[in-house]
Nanobody, 127 residues
């Protein structure tokens, strides 16, 4: 079992940047595929980005392509979501998620594929 804690959210202006962190504890972090999701008020949880266990394979949603980047440092047991050129429509609670999987290059894009979730961190972007 792994525990996830997000940090780095906040209130920013449009065009600013934020870097979210997801600190993992418990089992070996490198055994887990990581995902990032977000949920705005009244909306369903939305896929943002995913990164494979070894960090070599990443995928981001079309809505944030070119602005957000997912990375991880397995030695530090931490995943990151770098968010640049933020827009008001990026306002949401951001969650990191993890799934233990045996293939090092696998990635997953739907919430139901993940077993573990952080508590979320609020990102608010004003115009």
């Amino acid at each position: 079992q792994v525990q996830l804690i997000e940090s780095g959210g906040g209130s920013v202006q449009a065009g600013d940047s934020l870097r979210l962190s997801c600190a993992a504890s418990g089992r070996t972090f490198s055994m887990y595929v990581m995902g990032w999701f977000r949920q705005a008020p009244g909306k369903e949880r939305e896929f943002v980005a995913t990164i494979s266990r070894n960090g070599a394979n990443t995928y981001v949603s079309d809505s944030i392509k070119g602005r957000f980047t997912s990375s991880r440092d397995n030695e530090k047991n931490t995943g990151y979501l770098q968010m640049d050129s933020l827009k008001p429509e990026d306002t949401a609670v951001y969650f990191c998620a993890a799934k233990e999987f045996d293939r090092p290059y696998a990635i997953f894009t739907t919430p139901s594929q993940y077993n573990y979730w952080g508590q979320g961190t609020q990102v608010t972007v004003s115009s």
